[in-house]
T-cell receptor, first 110, second 109 residues
């Protein structure tokens, strides 16, 4: 059974801090790892990672995948209150089935 | 504008009364899927569809049915809803960069 574990479950930081969110996985026939951000509504796509060691970057957010150790990290630098959300990690495996982790709840305070 | 629509957005119903949640996308995606989201359990895939007339079970298919007669629509059917199906449901379109619908909050009493 495919499995995704995210840590920490919850995080409170001050505006301007840098945070690192973790995602480890076990999946049959790995195809990709995805990061999503969920505020008070539907998740929105952040990154898709398929190759080890190649950093994906978008503004203050970046992510990298380690296929040997089966994990990914999502970094957010110079956090802002608008970064407060649940961050979801998911993997696609056999037959394109998606498995999500339970998410990391990030709260950024002033 | 690329979008996924779901209806209804909110529904309160009684045990055993059949219901359908509709989902439609305008991006010509072959892949569509349904999820339920529950506190502490995250998003769990119910069913997915790789293309028209092709559907597969996700992690929690019990009590649900789906159909994919046309590419743009992927309705979720609860033949006999039960209180443990009270949840927030999302439809999504696209296989990697998934576009999610706005969600349907279902309460079964």
């Amino acid at each position: 059974e495919d499995k995704v574990v995210q840590s920490p479950l919850s995080l409170v930081v001050h505006e301007g801090d840098t945070v690192t969110l973790n995602c480890s996985y076990e999946v049959t026939n790995f195809r990709s790892l995805l990061w999503y951000k969920q505020e008070k509504k539907a998740p929105t796509f952040l990154f898709m990672l398929t190759s080890s060691g190649i950093e994906k970057k978008s503004g203050r957010l970046s992510s990298i995948l380690d296929k040997k150790e089966l994990f990914s990290i999502l970094n957010i630098t110079a956090t802002q209150t608008g970064d407060s959300a649940i961050y979801l990690c998911a993997v696609t495996g056999t037959a394109s089935k998606l498995t999500f982790g339970t998410g990391t709840r990030l709260q950024v305070t002033l | 504008e690329a979008q996924v629509t779901q209806n209804p957005r909110y529904l309160i119903t009684v045990t055993g009364k059949k219901l359908t949640v509709t989902c439609s996308q305008n991006m010509n995606h072959e892949y569509m899927s349904w999820y339920r989201q529950d506190p502490g359990l995250g998003l769990r895939q119910i069913y997915y569809s790789m293309n028209v007339e092709v559907t597969d079970k996700g992690d929690v298919p019990e009590g649900y049915k789906v159909s994919r007669k046309e590419k743009r629509n992927f309705p979720l059917i609860l033949e006999s809803p039960s209180p443990n199906q009270t949840s927030l449901y999302f439809c999504a379109s696209g296989i990697y960069e998934q576009y999610f619908g706005p969600g349907t909050r279902l309460t079964v009493t």
